[in-house]
């Protein structure tokens, strides 16, 4: 008798246990959530259009909404060329932390194998390349996405890369059945220089730019000669709270150096200095050649426009 009332006991407390879990969820709700990059404009550069050469890397953190200062882990990672794709699920009761930067043209610039692997600045913490699998990888590896040194297509590398680059972040994301969609507004991280110079007879100019690709501008008789070059800046994460704290127009100042290679074979230094760009501007400067055969004989103008920056719209929209 005793052990049937022990045995029943048992039972009891095994199905009021039983009762009380069913008011308890053992799995938390999933939401599909889509992501959509906001690129920022400027009436200076390109008209920034979606194109299937450009890339997308995308890092997720998520942290627990019980705790108020949980640390953000990685979620969820990925790389894409097709915005269509760029969904994930997520879950209640956890916040969410979403960075994305692309590249305009990236296929056409980037280093990459025969087997379209792709390395700096898309390359993933411990050193490997990487694919466009246009898809997440949950609890994968970390990706670089604020990563500044880039490997380019002709082998080379640099901090102040020539791409048009874009980076932003949405933070403190919490899904729901209103809320399946995470919007970040993409500030472009680069900017651009326009060189002009004047008394350029012939031969050309070699403008050396620090951490960045050379500039060359041949002399030409029939058409004012000049070079376009857009950049990106070596400090992505500093440019980008700039931003985000109100200061629009981010400088980077540049060491230059010009040399003049002439069609004679004489070969002149003609400029050494620093000049400061501006994120998302493009900025005119004048060399105005004085005279060639010494040290400084030249000099620097700039034109300082003001640009509509700020206005947005959603990439994936035409």
């Keep these: ?37 906001q690129a920022e404009l400027s009436s200076s550069f390109p008209e920034t259009k979606v194109t299937s050469n450009d890339i997308y890397g995308v890092e997720v953190y998520a942290k627990s909404s019980a705790v108020s200062d949980a640390p953000y882990y990685p979620y969820a990672s990925g790389y894409f060329d097709d915005l269509s794709m760029l969904s994930l699920k997520l879950y209640d009761n956890y916040k969410y932390k979403t960075t994305l930067t692309f590249i305009k043209n990236a296929k056409n610039i980037l280093k990459k194998t025969d087997k379209e692997e792709y390395f700096n600045p898309f390359e993933i913490k411990d050193k490997q390349s990487v694919t466009i699998q246009n898809k997440f990888t ?28 874009f980076y932003g972040e949405n933070t403190d994301f919490t899904p729901s059945e209103d809320n399946k969609t995470i919007s970040i507004a993409e500030k472009r991280v680069s900017y651009g220089i326009n060189f002009v110079p004047e008394g350029l007879t012939d031969g050309n100019l070699k403008i050396t730019l620090d951490n960045s690709a050379d500039v060359i501008i041949n002399a030409n008789s029939n058409a004012q000669p000049q070079q376009q070059v857009i950049m990106c800046t070596p400090f992505i994460l500093k440019a980008y709270d700039f931003v985000e704290s109100g200061t629009n127009y981010y400088t980077d100042p540049i060491n230059i150096t010009i040399t003049w290679n002439r069609d004679c074979g004489d070969v002149f230094q003609i400029y050494t200095g620093q000049i ?23 000099s620097l103008t700039g034109l300082d426009e003001q640009f509509q920056n700020g206005d947005s719209f959603a990439i994936g929209n035409e």
């Design 276 to 298: 400061t760009a501006k994120r998302n501007q493009m900025e005119t400067i004048t060399i105005k050649i004085k005279d060639p055969t010494k040290f400084g004989g030249v």
């Design 138 to 165: 949950y609890s994968g590896p970390e990706y670089l996405a604020s990563a500044s040194y880039t490997d380019l297509a002709d082998g080379k590398g640099y901090g102040r890369a020539p791409i048009d680059r």
């Design 1 to 37: 008798m005793k052990s049937f009332l022990i045995i029943l006991c048992c039972v009891l407390l095994v199905l009021t246990s039983c009762s009380k879990d069913e008011n308890i969820p053992q799995v938390h709700k999933s939401y599909i959530v889509s992501i959509i990059p």
